[in-house]
């Protein structure tokens, strides 16, 4: 273990180190001109904090629940596909993360380990990440082979109805090796993904076509609660509640999709006030620090969601990498909070921010409040 890893930012140096520039650039790469994925963490640049003082701030506590699941932390780890690209033991060494840390792990449909395997060592902190299939009849046997192995909710992905022009990946000629494959229910019928066949597979197999007419018939056969991620409209959101969603992840995938698309955090307000208390409401995207972690709940979110920094975690040090990343994160949500004046989650309110750059003539500039 490195002993020099003290920042997120430490550990995607390190991940840029060891791992090979076409499964780094695949990790950490935007759509396009990459615009949606640089603004993603200036998005958080924009808001400074306004922390309260003289209060007693000796007993702190982090913990809160999702979907009746508790949760150490609001920190939940992200469904990002091919995990053992960055380490051999890939989502199991996540997942034994996960569970050291208490804390909540949704599996991507494209794992690179068994969905029970996976399954087995989170004791019920999971949540199965779905793409829907051409094939409904595959799709159903994902669902159920997830909820079989325990899965507390189905996270639908629904900005993906194709795959965004990721050009590091055309430049690298990306692939998976020949000795990988995806474990999904399809192996169980014969056809495992290798890596050549898996531009085709997706374009193949994924329905471009899924609307809101197929939701209905995805919470019948899941029979647990149904999030969606992917969500950057208030309108879209309100009409996910009206379909009986029960949670919502504000997301841009990461940047990886629409490029020039609306940040995370820039969407987040509007959808938290459009649905009010009806669903709980998460984020992803561009969480490197304990005070990002800090906007995102003062702005609404009930938890974050982490991708690449588990990623370069996993890379560096395997399960005891994903173990640190969460850990340092921790301890600065932990110290943002004491410096804010806050001793539970309960206390982090939108009154904490203010613009981060206000106008020069503007006399109130620091009573400029994030309504």
Not at 8 to 33: C, I, K, Q
Not at 48 to 55: E, G, H, I, W
Not at 206 to 235: C, H, M, Y
Request: charged share 25%; hydrophobic share 45%.
């Amino acid at each position: 273990m490195n002993n020099e890893l003290h920042t997120l930012a430490d550990y995607d140096a390190e991940a840029r180190a060891r791992l090979s520039t076409m499964v780094y650039d695949y990790f950490s790469g935007g759509a396009a001109d990459e615009f949606t994925l640089s603004r993603n963490r200036e998005s958080f640049k924009r808001l400074a904090l306004l922390p309260r003082v003289l209060v007693d701030v000796s007993r702190r506590s982090a913990a809160t629940s999702v979907l009746g699941t508790p949760v150490s932390m609001p920190l939940l780890i992200a469904p990002t596909a091919f995990q053992s690209l960055a380490h051999p033991e890939g989502e199991i060494a996540t997942a034994r993360a996960a569970q050291a840390l208490e804390t909540l792990m949704i599996l991507s449909t494209f794992s690179t380990s068994e969905i029970e395997y996976v399954a087995s060592r989170l004791e019920g902190r999971f949540w199965f990440q779905l793409y829907v299939y051409r094939d409904r009849e595959i799709t159903k046997s994902i669902v159920e082979r997830a909820v079989a192995a325990g899965a507390r909710a189905l996270v639908l992905t629904v900005d993906a109805p194709v795959i965004g022009r990721r050009e590091r990946d055309i430049r690298n000629r990306f692939h998976l090796p020949d000795s990988m494959m995806v474990k999904s229910p399809v192996s169980a019928q014969g056809s495992e993904i290798s890596g050549s066949e898996l531009e085709a597979y997706v374009a193949q197999m994924l329905d471009p076509a899924l609307s809101w007419r197929d939701l209905e018939w995805l919470q019948s056969i899941a029979g647990i609660p149904v999030v969606l991620k992917g969500v950057l409209r208030a309108d879209d959101a309100k009409r996910a509640i009206r379909a009986g969603v029960q949670a919502i992840v504000v997301s841009n995938h990461g940047g990886r999709q629409l490029d020039t698309a609306a940040t995370a955090l820039d969407a987040l307000p509007a959808i938290v006030d459009a649905v009010a208390d009806s669903a709980e409401i998460y984020v992803d995207g561009g969480i490197r620090r304990g005070t990002d972690v800090i906007k995102a709940l003062a702005l609404g979110a009930r938890a974050v969601l982490l991708g690449r920094p588990i990623l370069w975690g996993l890379a560096a040090d395997g399960a005891d990498g994903v173990q640190n990343v969460l850990r340092i994160l921790r301890g600065e949500l932990d110290q943002a909070m004491a410096l804010c004046g806050c001793s539970s989650l309960k206390d982090i309110t939108r009154d904490l921010l203010t613009e981060a750059s206000p106008a020069a003539n503007r006399a109130d500039a620091q009573s400029i409040i994030i309504r």
